[in-house]
């Protein structure tokens, strides 16, 4: 384990004060409106063990985000598990698991060449890396700043499309001539052609590149402009390999395949005699149209290079977006308050709104970017901001019916500009059943309904990256054989088992839309669809782990097309057994990164049938159990949230509370370690806060399944109509012994169902919640269930 994150936060707290007034940090026991609640915000949980979330300076979905980029494990730029720094780059994604994504153009500063010789300076990634300063790091909503052993601190913030950084000297270095480069690079150093120019007399340096996306298909171009405010200009220049040369304004690069990606380091650099203060600024535009924009965009959101001034414009648009909610935090720790609002933080910095910056089609409507990727986002990010933020969802729901009528098939996964890699089923459909049961405004209901329909009838040529493949099949047999037979497209002919039911799911999300839109026979046939999951169903399949029969019966497995079974061990690419069998590559076996024990639980459309399938309540409840005591189950991927509360639909609301205490905070505090797996874009950290708030969102569904808040009160203000919706603990105990309902009330009138719809958030309320320590009768009988297609008894 990691040692506990060391921050210091008298630079915060200046800030802060400065804007806010007085500012009680550290108050352990205070309510929110003593507080701020960006002092509970830690940026940096999560950022080593392979969270991979991005600890830098961004807006809410902002599409330049600044960090320190760190030789390792650095899908986000920086991770806390590394120890040199080789560049400052502008754009990244956050908690992402394919190659390491964006981090294009890095700018580095030297604070001068050794014999103020140009050619000793140093160029190349490997050569300029330079370790970073362990307790120096300072990270928070729109700041981050590192000191680096060379003698550099770097400090930078961001706007919507550029980022500002502040380089300061330490003075060490005999006399101080910063030069500070741009490298034609990426993190995934991806880059097949490249240019760089600088302009001699201003030393504005600008360029372009064309480079791969991190989890897909295609190419995209990006341009750049920096330009530097603190010191003269004395020299400028190329360089390339680990020469540079103060005669030459432009370089161009293509790599040629003989290259290597370290020699493929190149660019330009602007050196500057003594700054005053030792202390200058680089301001970075970035555009995905031109250079021209690029520089636009800089000059546009940060004419007067004000670095304090936008620290404080993004900290308060992040205090705008989580002033939202609001908790009683009276009992409750500070690290579980932090690991609260740093999720709910982390929901906030992807997909990015790229709105005008798309060179790939004309249109009104707004563009987003990096979904990535719903397969992850759809079971917790959107509901989540569906609550929050509603308005971004309905401009990032738009975004997508456009990439539908521009490309032809909603995205699974998006970045860069580029196709992403789909990992299951077309999981974008249940966004969209969402967005229309809970009204998210706006959308383009014709065709996005057109758009979801073509997801089940149309397979596309290339599966892998939109769609479905396997739709014959689907249609035919009724699931996706191990053998499949489909020269109809081309994919990876895997997970038959996992897209069985996820297709089956997304067919079930068509069917609500289609009953509400009055479209009875398509309604009828989705409906009849959804109902496939059962096809791959083998009811005496039985399951031992090292040997001891588990002594449940009945488990998904694989299927051929003449309909013989085929087997894969229950518990196979579970933690207990071939783990990382089941990746998205050729090899990935029939369950996409879980075990069929785990995939057996996914129906959510029909609960009934399920439970009486695995033979009814009570060995349900066993079996539910057993997934989560064995060790068969594994939180850090996002199928496992639904399982936690799957309880309720067997009439043991209680057993929801318990799990959900089980994971929260074992698997989830405030160390840089302290999330389980990747953060997916804000996965886990919307997982800890739809949790502790106590109303478990089912994707794709107005259904909510209640368990207690971890706090004594939440309250959701909704951005829309102004409406309070509050969630209050009666009895509340901070230690978590009583977190059993005994009894509830909603807007006063006894509430004996163990959830909920979305008109408490559209319309406003109070959930009031008695507890105790021991399991009730509450939320157990039939009636008080969930919806489920079919009956539970
Ligand atoms: C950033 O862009 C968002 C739209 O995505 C806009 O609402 C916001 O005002 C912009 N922020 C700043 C600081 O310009
Ligand atoms: C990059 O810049 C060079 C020089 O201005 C230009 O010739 C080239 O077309 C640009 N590439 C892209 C993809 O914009
Ligand atoms: C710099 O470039 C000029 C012009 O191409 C060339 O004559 C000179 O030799 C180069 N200097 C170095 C140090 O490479
Ligand atoms: C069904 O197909 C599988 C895979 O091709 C084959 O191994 C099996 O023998 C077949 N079963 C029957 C009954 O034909
Ligand atoms: C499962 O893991 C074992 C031990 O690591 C390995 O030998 C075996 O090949 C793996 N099986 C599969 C099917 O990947
Ligand atoms: C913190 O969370 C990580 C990731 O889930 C876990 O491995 C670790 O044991 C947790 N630490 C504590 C002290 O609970």
Redesign the pocket.
Same mark, same amino acid.
């Given at each position: 384990m990691l040692p506990r994150v060391f921050r210091s936060h008298v630079k915060a707290l200046a800030i802060a004060t400065a804007l806010y007034g007085s500012v009680a940090l550290g108050a352990q026991d205070a309510s929110t409106d003593k507080i701020d609640i960006l002092d509970y915000v830690d940026p940096l949980i999560g950022t080593a063990n392979g969270g991979h979330v991005f600890a830098g300076a961004t $807006?809410?979905?902002?599409m330049a985000k600044a960090v320190a980029d760190t030789q390792g494990e650095n899908q986000a730029g920086f991770a806390w598990d590394t120890s040199v720094v080789t560049g400052f780059s502008h754009m990244h994604d956050s908690g992402t698991g394919g190659s390491p994504s964006l981090g294009n153009f890095p700018i580095f500063a030297q604070p001068s060449c050794p014999n103020d010789d140009i050619n000793q300076c140093k160029w190349q990634q490997n050569d300029r890396a330079v370790a970073w300063e362990k307790d120096s790091v300072v990270a928070d909503p729109g700041y981050f700043s590192i000191s680096l052993t060379n003698g550099v601190k770097a400090e930078m913030t961001t @706007?919507?499309r550029s980022a500002l950084y502040r380089f300061t000297f330490d003075g060490s270095a005999e006399s101080l001539s910063p030069v500070i480069l741009v490298d034609l690079m990426d993190l995934p150093q991806s880059r097949s052609s490249g240019h760089a120019s600088v302009n001699p007399n201003t030393g504005r340096l600008t360029g372009n590149g064309t480079f791969s996306p991190s989890f897909g298909i295609g190419s995209y171009n990006l341009h750049f402009c920096v330009d530097f405010k603190g010191a003269d200009l004395r020299n400028t220049g190329v360089w390339s390999r680990n020469r540079a040369n103060y005669t030459v304004e432009n370089v161009m690069l293509t790599a040629d395949g003989t290259d290597s990606a370290a020699t493929l380091s190149a660019g330009t650099f602007a050196q500057f005699k003594s700054p005053e203060n030792k202390e200058m600024l680089a301001r970075v535009g970035v555009s995905f149209m031109d250079v021209n924009q690029a520089c636009a965009n800089a000059e546009q959101?940060q004419p007067h290079f004000d670095f304090d001034g936008t620290v404080a414009?993004?900290k308060s648009?992040w205090k705008t977006k989580l002033d939202v909610i609001s908790v009683d935090a009276e009992g409750v720790s500070k690290d579980l308050q932090e690991v609260f609002w740093s999720g709910a933080y982390r929901t906030m910095i992807s997909p990015q709104?790229y @709105?005008g910056e798309n060179p790939l089609w004309q249109s009104d409507e707004?563009y987003y970017d990096s979904y990535y990727c719903i397969w992850d986002s759809y079971r917790s990010i959107h509901p989540l901001l569906t609550l929050l933020d509603p308005l971004?969802q309905s $401009?990032m729901m738009r975004s997508l019916v456009d990439i539908y009528r521009n490309e032809g098939f909603l995205p699974d996964c998006r970045m860069s500009l580029c196709k992403g890699y789909t990992q299951g089923g077309s999981n974008a459909d249940v966004l969209m059943a969402d967005a229309f049961l809970k009204k998210v405004p706006g959308i383009d209901w014709d065709t996005a309904y057109e758009a979801v329909v073509k997801d089940a009838e149309v397979e596309p040529e290339n599966w892998d990256i939109e769609g479905r493949g396997g739709l014959h099949s689907w249609k035919d047999l009724g699931f996706i054989p191990t053998d499949d037979y489909d020269p109809y497209g081309t994919g990876t002919h895997t997970r038959s088992i996992s897209r069985t039911v996820e297709y089956a799911y997304n067919d079930f999300c068509i069917a609500e839309i289609a009953k509400a839109r009055g479209k009875e026979a398509d309604y009828e046939k989705y409906l009849a669809r959804s109902g496939n999951w059962i096809n791959m169903f083998k009811a005496n399949q039985k399951s031992s782990i090292n040997g001891v029969d588990t002594g449940f019966t009945g488990f998904l497995q694989p299927r051929y097309m003449n309909g013989t079974w085929g087997s894969q061990d229950p518990s196979f690419c579970s933690p207990l057994l071939n783990f990382t069998s089941c990746y998205l590559n050729p090899t990935g076996h029939e369950t996409y990164e879980g075990s069929a024990w785990l995939y057996t639980f996914y129906a959510p459309h029909d609960m009934g049938s399920l439970i009486k399938t695995l033979g009814g309540a009570e060995e349900f409840t066993k079996r539910l159990t057993f997934l989560h005591e064995s060790g068969l189950l594994y939180v850090g991927d996002e199928q496992a949230f639904l399982t936690i509360f799957q309880f309720h639909y067997s009439g043991r609301p209680a057993l929801s509370a318990k799990y959900s205490h089980f994971y929260i905070p074992s698997q989830f505090n405030t160390t840089t370690a302290g999330i389980a797996g990747n953060d997916d874009s804000g996965a886990m950290g919307s997982f800890v806060v739809l949790s502790m708030m106590g109303l478990w969102p089912v994707p794709g569904q107005d259904v909510y399944l209640i368990t207690p808040p971890y706090f004594k009160e939440v309250s959701i203000t909704n951005p829309i109509s102004g409406k309070v919706s509050t969630i209050r603990n009666v009895n509340f105990d901070p230690g978590y012994k009583s977190i059993y309902i005994q009894t509830a009330k909603l807007n006063g009138k006894p509430w004996s169902k163990n959830w909920l719809t979305h008109d408490f958030f559209i319309e406003g309320g109070v959930l009031e919640l008695e507890l105790g320590e021991k399991e009730s009768e509450w939320g157990t009988h039939v009636e008080d269930l969930p919806p489920s297609v079919s009956s539970y008894q």
């Open positions: $807006l809410p979905f902002g @706007t919507n959101e414009v993004a648009a709104d @709105t707004p971004s $401009l």
